[in-house]
């Protein structure tokens, strides 16, 4: 049913999109596209000829000379949300330094911050160039991570009570083997709030994928050596309903990583981002391949931003752009990051006195030119979990 329920959605689209782009406010236009394009279940039995008939108007309708097309297209960019600016929050962070270890077994912070080492892995030593901004040319070698990404596991979450605790240590142990074996994240937050090294931090892990982000400085593609991979054994849940499938521990514990993290490298909040933030597909140039914490990533308790309001980097860089199952998967939140995208992109197209498609094509064309630059870094530049 999934085929016909994709072409009843396209037969509506130049509708939807007309509605939207009739509604001022950002955050409600992209409330009701998210809504108007989640198609109702089809009852199910569906008269034949209803569905030939239904079929038959929506192929019709793909050959109408001047249609705007039905294929499966990036949701319509709504119009300027003025209001919209960046808000970064004061970045001091205070140091936070080891006062107590054991070699192979555990350190302990002065920020309350424990990480349990045994079993460490190493991988692949860190090293990465600078892209710099706006000239995008290559700079400098670096061996230091630059940022955080935040995941979650996706993998099976046991019930959190005292009845079910045998099974969440044992779950718990069985992801922490196959993470190490796989060489995946720098540290696991399990269900009780330990923090586990799984990969060194002076090598990289496989955690990132293809993926790009940017701060004001600098741009990075394939950010397995630039940042650092913190994942919560955790699923991910769509939308905007808060997650249940992440303890107060685990929160706790990433918040006092994080400060460390960020006192040890000197890390800004702006490269403190998830996973579905940077995550892109090169293949049909789209974000969201990977859509772990597209929503509800509790940056706040973390001591950070809400970094989900950030301009999207592959969007405003490189021309990437977005479908409907990406906004499906995200929330309130994060869609001002891509209206003010959407806005920013529209801005640097009028300046350069193009329009947005023409403009997002030299953007498309400035990464395809990147990724042949890179080096050639084996396995660990692209590893995604
Ligand atoms: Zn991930």
Redesign the pocket.
């Known amino acids: 049913m999934e085929h016909v329920r994709r072409w009843l959605l396209r037969l509506r689209e130049p509708w939807i999109n007309w509605r939207a782009r009739r509604l001022a406010d950002p955050v409600r236009r992209l409330r009701y596209l998210r809504r108007a394009t989640v198609f109702p279940p089809l009852p199910n039995r569906v008269p034949k000829l209803l569905l030939v008939l239904t079929c038959t108007a929506a192929g019709a309708a793909l050959f109408i000379p001047g249609h705007p097309g039905l294929l499966l297209r990036e949701v319509a960019p709504p119009p300027p949300p003025a209001q919209l600016v960046v808000q970064q929050a004061a970045s001091h962070q205070s140091d936070v330094w080891l006062v107590d270890s054991r070699e192979g077994q555990y350190e302990i912070y002065s920020n309350g911050l424990r990480l349990e080492t045994a079993g460490t892995v190493a991988y692949l030593p860190r090293a990465w160039r600078r892209i710099m901004r706006p000239s995008l040319a290559q700079s400098e070698l670096r061996a230091d991570p630059i940022g955080i990404?935040y995941?979650?596991t996706?993998s099976h979450i046991a019930p959190f009570d005292p009845d079910h605790t045998a099974r969440l240590k044992r779950v718990g142990q069985w992801l922490i083997d196959y993470l190490r074996k796989e060489r995946s994240y720098h540290y696991l937050i399990d269900r009780f709030g330990r923090v586990h090294r799984i990969v060194r931090e002076s090598d990289a892990a496989g955690?990132?994928g293809r993926s790009v982000w940017a701060d004001d400085s600098s741009v990075y593609i394939n950010l397995n050596h630039e940042f650092l991979?913190v994942?919560f054994e955790s699923a991910t849940q769509s939308g905007d309903q808060p997650s249940d499938s992440v303890t107060s521990a685990q929160i706790r514990s990433a918040r006092a990583l994080t400060e460390m993290l960020r006192a040890r490298y000197r890390i800004s909040t702006v490269n403190c981002v998830t996973?579905a933030q940077v995550?892109v597909n090169p293949l049909n140039h789209r974000i969201g391949n990977?859509t772990?914490?597209a929503s509800n990533f509790p940056f706040l308790e973390l001591g950070l931003p809400d970094n989900y309001e950030l301009p999207v980097a592959a969007l405003e860089i490189f021309g990437f752009g977005y479908d409907q199952d990406f906004v499906t998967a995200t929330g309130g939140r994060l869609w001002k990051g891509l209206l003010l995208t959407e806005e920013r992109v529209r801005q640097a197209a009028s300046a350069e006195g193009v329009s947005v498609m023409p403009y997002r094509a030299r953007l498309k064309e400035k990464y395809r030119k990147q990724l042949a630059e890179l080096p050639a870094s084996g396995e660990s530049k692209e590893k995604?979990?």
């Open positions: 990404i995941h979650t996706e955690h990132a991979g994942a996973h995550s990977h772990d914490w995604a979990i």
